[in-house]
T-cell receptor, first 115, second 111 residues
Framework: DSGVTQTPKHLITATGQRVTLRCSPR?????VYWYQQSLDQGLQFLIQ???????AKGNILERFSAQQFPDLHSELNLSSLELGDSALYFC??????????????FGPGTRLTVL | LAKTTQPISMDSYEGQEVNITCSHN???????ITWYQQFPSQGPRFIIQ?????VTNEVASLFIPADRKSSTLSLPRVSLSDTAVYYC????????????WGAGTKLIIKP
C-alpha cells in the first residue's frame, strides 16, 4: 500500500460525458501527479501540482483539467469524453517537486471505460 | 524536447543478471535519472535513482556514464517475480521542467 488513494476504482460512462477522478496523496506529500495509461501503453504524464499550484504540464488535452485543493487532495476532470479516453488513470504523490530524491508513490489507479 | 529510448522487450532466465539501458539525449543538468517497475494493473514502484557513476541498493544497481546520455539498470540474479515493465524517468533539459518517461521495457523472466 503506497498511501495514495484514488476514487473511484472503476468508472464506466458514455461519450460526451464529464467525469471527475479524485486523489488523496500520502500524508505530508505536497506534490500530486496525474498520468494516463492506455491499454498496453506506457505512462503519459499529464500534469503536476505542488502545494496547490500547477508545477509542470505534460500531454494534457484541453478537455482535461485538474486542481489541487488546500487539503492537498487533487481532482482530474475529464470532459467531452471520447472512446480514446478509455484508460487507466494514475495519481502519484511525492514530498517535493523536482526529481532529485523525490520518489513518486503511485495510487492503485482509476480504470475509465468510455462506451 | 528530450526523448528517451528503451528496448521494447527483453527475455532472460532465473538467476541471470539483466541489464536494461535507457538513452536520454538531453536531460536537465540538475536532474536525476530514476527507474520504476510496474506490474500489470498496478501503479509503478520506485526502484533506484542516480545522478552519475554508480548507485546500488538492495534490489538493483544503476550505471550512468560521465556524459549522462544513457543509464543502465542492472538486476542481479533475477527471479520469476521480476517479470514486469521497467521505465526510466528523466528531466527535460529543453524546457523549464518536464517529466520524460521512457516507453517501458517489458522484461520476461523464464524458469
Amino acid at each position: 500500500d503506497s498511501g495514495v488513494t484514488q476514487t473511484p476504482k472503476h468508472l464506466i460512462t458514455a461519450t460526451g460525458q464529464r467525469v471527475t477522478l479524485r486523489c488523496s496523496p500520502r500524508s505530508g506529500d505536497l506534490s500530486v501527479y496525474w498520468y494516463q495509461q492506455s491499454l498496453d501503453q506506457g505512462l503519459q504524464f499529464l500534469i503536476q501540482y505542488y502545494n496547490g499550484e500547477e508545477r509542470a504540464k505534460g500531454n494534457i488535452l484541453e478537455r482535461f483539467s485538474a486542481q489541487q485543493f488546500p487539503d492537498l487532495h487533487s481532482e482530474l476532470n475529464l470532459s467531452s469524453l471520447e472512446l480514446g479516453d478509455s484508460a487507466l488513470y494514475f495519481c502519484a504523490s511525492s514530498a517535493s517537486y523536482g526529481l532529485a530524491y523525490n520518489e513518486q508513490f503511485f495510487g492503485p489507479g482509476t480504470r475509465l471505460t468510455v462506451l | 524536447l528530450a526523448k528517451t529510448t528503451q528496448p521494447i522487450s527483453m527475455d532472460s532466465y532465473e538467476g541471470q543478471e539483466v541489464n536494461i539501458t535507457c538513452s536520454h539525449n538531453n536531460i536537465a543538468t540538475n536532474d536525476y535519472i530514476t527507474w520504476y517497475q510496474q506490474f500489470p494493473s498496478q501503479g509503478p514502484r520506485f526502484i533506484i535513482q542516480g545522478y552519475k557513476t554508480k548507485v546500488t541498493n538492495e534490489v538493483a544497481s544503476l550505471f550512468i556514464p560521465a556524459d549522462r546520455k544513457s543509464s543502465t539498470l542492472s538486476l542481479p540474479r533475477v527471479s520469476l517475480s521480476d517479470t514486469a515493465v521497467y521505465y526510466c524517468l528523466v528531466g527535460d533539459g529543453d524546457s523549464n521542467y518536464q517529466l520524460i518517461w521512457g516507453a517501458g521495457t517489458k522484461l520476461i523472466i523464464k524458469p
